[in-house]
Structure formats: C-alpha cells, structure tokens
C-alpha cells in the first residue's frame, strides 16, 4: 500500500510496540502530528510544556520500563531543545528514539528559516543517527533506529526527517514486530574458566554492582552469584537496586558520598568484581590509589568501558546477566566469614547518620521510604537531594531510581517523573528536587496537571543551591558566589497556578501528615520543605583523594580541633 512519509513513521511506531510519546508540534513535523491525531487511540502523545520535557520524559519511560522511550520535536529550535535529554540518555545508556522534522530537502543547508542541523550537533551525544531524504529508505530506518537503541549498550538514537519526506509517497509493507536482541559477544569458556579461579582464589572478594547489571535484567543472577561467592556488595548511583538494598551483604554506595563501610571494604579487598560498571571519577575518586590491594575483574557489555579509567586486571565482554549465569554454572558455594564479618564490623561502626531533630533532608527520604515500604518509582534531579536519595532510600528492585547519573542534569527529573508515571500509573512515582534544580523545568508540571498524572514533588528547599554551597563552604573559603536562591519565591501559589496542589512543611510532624495525603491525591502534589541552608551530604571524599579518605562531620571536627 502507498502511503505518505507521515504515514509510515506512525506505522512503524506502532510496529515496535509504541504505546506512548513525548513531544511538541511545530511547523516542519505537522504532517507527522495530523497523522498521529488520526491514530490517537493507538499512540498516545502527551504534550509537555518544552521540548527538554519531552526528552526527559522519554527517557523516565525508558528507564522505567526497559522498553525504548520515543519524543517528538520540530526543526530548529525545537531540536536543539532535546539536545540536553539526548545527552543525559546517551551518559547513562538510556534506550530512546528522537524523531525531528527538519525543513525540505531543497532548503537543507541554506540557512533557512528555523533550519538546523541536528544531525551534526547530536553526533557526540547519540549512538547513531540518521537524516532521511529519500522516503523509501525511511521505513528500514525507524526500524534499525530502534533496533540500534536497544541492542547491545542501550543508547538515543536520532532520526531527523524533512518536511517534504514527510508529505512523498511510497510503497509501505508491514513487518511483524521484533523485539531487538541484546547482541553481545559470547564470553569463552577459557575466559569464564579463568574467572572463576581468580574468583575461587580470592580470601577477600567485594563485589561492585553498576546499571549495567539493570539494563540486562541481571539481577536475579546477581543474587545467586553473591549467594555462591558469600561476598559484599555495593554499588553506584546507577547500580541502584539492581541488588537488593535490605540485603545484609550489602553495604551501601561506593565513591565520594558513599558509605564508609564501602570506601574503606573495597581499599582492603583483594578481588574487585566490577559488573556493568564504568568506574566514573565519582566513583574512584584518585585513580591511582583505588583499589591498590585488589584484582580487578571486569564483566561488561561495551568494550570501551575496559581499561579506560581503571586499568584491570582480567575482563570478560558479555552481558552481564548471561555471565553470571555461565559463572553460577561452573563454582562451588564458598566462604567468607571472616571477611564478611569484617565489612559487617564497618558497616556497624560508621552507619549513615544525622541530625535527630528538625526536618532534614535524610529525614525526608527516610520518611518517604517507611511509607512506600520501599515500593516507588524514586526519581531525582541532581544534588545533595540526589545524594540523599541515594544513600536513605532503600532500592529493592532494578528499576526503581531514575537519576540523571553521568551527565548530572539538573531539570530532569520532573520531564523523567511525568514519563515513568505515564508508563506506571499504579506505582506511586515521586520526584525529590533540589530547589535550584526544581526551577529549572517546573513549567513540566503544567503537563502532570492537565494529563492529571499525580506525581509527588518533594522540593528540598534549602534556599541554595545546596551542593555547590557545600563545596564553597568545604573548598572555598566560604565564599557563596551565585549560589543563594532566598528571593521570595512561592512554591505552594507556583504549584496551584499550574493546576496542582502545594503544601510548604516546616517540620516532622507537618511533613508526614502532607506526605500522607500526597499519596492519595489525585492531582500532582507539590511539598515546599523548608531545610537548613548548611545541611551537608556526608560522608564525602575530598576531589583527588583516595576513596579511603572517606570523612563524616564528625572526622572534620576533630581534625579542625
């Protein structure tokens, strides 16, 4: 059957199983929104209130669900408006399709009127992308656009269109939908083997979990391998809840406002088991004295990731839920007792404390935790919030932290919240932002008011902007440039302009009985808490130190007096 350009990105959309998309109308994508009118039943669009938006909610759904995030945008301006959420996407292996619409192939490269070439400017930022001007090749490449965006290390890919390929016909035929495979390299026996005695070698494993082990489903064969291994577990900000954070082997987060029991655990191990990991800088802090007394064994997808911040000493390319799976097959149950006991003595020692009166920033987490009973959708912007977030909520599943990890976006998370509840809309999705970061992107809750989603903004109000102010205050001489926010602003008369609820809490008790009715609102919730602008995140790992050097409130005053 002929059918026109608009035509068939709808059709391919529906072939790959697209349920929902994120996005925004604009002159050279309206051929695409009419016929996405004719087939809104199929394909739901939701309408957010900025391109950026519309990436970050795409990717919320994507992280979510583990199926691939889609939005829209026009030419120009509109395009370059995704640019942050492609590259939050890309930093953190986030599986997401944009689709532009850019002006007619003629007026291509002529500085036309709302022309841009997005194709270049997304090049560093997406695993591949494509501009489409000949409309017979545009089915085959929607489809290899999501299949590049699933497959091996998920990614964006970019898919830009121009107006008139949107309005040519061509002959469309159908194919049954297929669900991309993960395409990775096989690991050998003699490489699965080899890592096994390095394991079965070991008197003191620690074992490293990172999203690569949530993007390949791994987590139940995470578990029966640290069943085998009796070894401790932690993991980064992106390992969240691939491993089970109630688990008694697990010892909280690694790297510069990890845990204590972590740092020190993985500076004595003798065998670092790396999974999905990327060792980031805020992970290893100085790289030269990161786990100076261990192996390193590296199990991940990405071929890139061997050896380029840490220099390992055997690794094995594979997904990593397949690995486990081969490594649980070959080894024996083993013991760690006395090791473990010893982590555990850390984990005893230096738990994560604070202040035991007022409203406070882990208080909230914790709060929100012991009411969910650990069963939301957690997502954050980026900050001591974040950090927070990380270190007081208890993460059970994969899946269930959205945070913007390696690009560190601040205005992600409201775009993000909006998309994973778009996705979920029976689990309780709820957005903890920093009051910098809430400023960013908080027209989006104009878009959770009218597609009446009820997320729950929880504004750590510090009137800071907090984690910067902590580096002043620590690195700096105390010298607060830029960062102070105290200028008046109305967060509870913000929130019911946009057509959601505000409440601003000033304590425990206010905050638990606003929390509380939050949970059975049915309108996007807005709670205003109003925290201590000195609050800081501890334990913290100074810049260029070793994670060994790990410090709380309580080393700092000390080493000051």
């Not at 911040?309 to 799976?325: A, C, Q, T, Y």
């Not at 994973?420 to 104009?446: H, Q, S, W, Y």
């Not at 878009?447 to 907090?466: C, K, Q």
Request: net charge negative; hydrophobic share 40%; glycine share 10%.
């Amino acid at each position: 059957m002929r059918l026109t350009g608009a035509q068939i990105i709808i059709e391919c959309l529906k072939e790959q199983g697209v349920d929902t998309v994120f996005g925004y109308p604009g002159g050279q994508i309206l051929n695409v929104y009419d016929e996405l009118y004719q087939h809104r039943d199929e394909i739901k669009h939701i309408l957010t209130s900025h391109e950026q938006g519309a990436s970050h909610a795409a990717d919320g759904y994507a992280r979510s669900t583990g199926k691939v995030g889609v939005c829209l945008a026009t030419s120009g301006p509109g395009a370059t408006n995704l640019v942050t959420g492609i590259a939050t996407a890309y930093m953190d292996s986030v599986p997401l399709v944009a689709i532009t619409c850019n002006v007619g192939v003629p007026l291509l490269g002529k500085d036309s009127f709302q022309e841009v070439d997005i194709a270049g400017i997304t090049t560093p930022i997406t695993k591949h992308n494509f501009i489409v001007k000949d409309i017979e090749k545009l089915a085959d490449t929607i489809r290899r656009a999501f299949q590049i965006a699933a497959k091996g290390r998920p990614g964006p890919v970019l898919l830009d269109v121009p107006k008139d390929v949107t309005a040519q016909k061509c002959e469309y035929e159908p194919v049954l939908q297929r669900m991309p495979g993960r395409f990775a390299a096989k690991a050998s026996k003699e490489d699965l083997e080899r890592a096994v005695q390095m394991i079965s070698e070991a008197k003191r494993p620690f074992v490293f979990v990172g999203g690569g082990v949530s993007l390949s489903g791994a987590s139940r064969a995470l578990n029966e391998f640290v069943d085998k291994i009796s070894a401790p577990v932690c993991d980064s900000l992106m390992g969240k809840g691939a491993f089970d954070g109630t688990d008694p082997r697990y010892t909280g987060m690694l790297g510069m406002h990890g845990t204590k029991a972590s740092n020190l655990g993985v500076s004595e191990c003798d065998l670092l088991i790396a999974l999905g990991v990327r060792f980031s800088d805020r992970v290893i802090g100085n790289a030269e004295k990161f786990a100076k007394q261990a192996k390193i064994l590296q199990i991940d997808i990405d071929p890139a990731e061997i050896n380029k911040n840490i220099l390992v000493d055997f690794h094995i390319i594979g997904d990593v839920g397949e690995v486990l799976s081969a490594l649980n097959a070959r080894m024996q149950p083993m013991e760690h007792g006395e090791w473990m006991a010893h982590v555990k003595g850390y984990c005893e020692k230096y738990p994560l404390r604070y202040k035991d009166e007022g409203l406070s920033g882990p208080y909230l987490i914790e709060t929100i935790y012991r009411k969910t009973e650990g069963d939301a959708i957690i997502v954050t912007e980026v900050g001591q919030h974040q950090m927070w977030a990380a270190q007081h909520y208890r993460y059970k599943k994969p899946r269930s932290l959205l945070t913007s990890g390696g690009l560190g976006t601040m205005g992600y998370g409201l775009g993000a919240a909006i998309g994973a509840k778009a996705a979920n809309p029976k689990k309780t999705v709820i957005n903890i932002a920093g009051d910098g970061c809430f400023r960013m992107n908080m027209n989006e809750l104009a878009t959770a008011a009218r597609e009446r989603l009820p997320v729950i903004e929880v504004v750590v109000n510090n009137h800071v902007l907090g984690m910067v102010r902590q580096w002043q205050t620590l690195f700096y001489g105390r010298r607060y440039s830029a960062t102070e926010l105290d200028d008046g602003m109305d967060y509870v008369k913000l929130a019911e302009a946009m057509g959601a609820k505000g409440v601003r809490v000033t304590s425990r008790e206010e905050f638990d009985a606003a929390f509380d009715a939050a949970l059975a609102s049915e309108v996007p919730v807005v709670l205003d808490c109003v925290i201590d602008s000195d609050d800081k995140v501890w334990p913290m790992v100074a810049p260029g130190a070793a994670i060994a050097e790990v410090f709380t409130e309580e080393d700092l005053q000390a080493k000051n007096n």
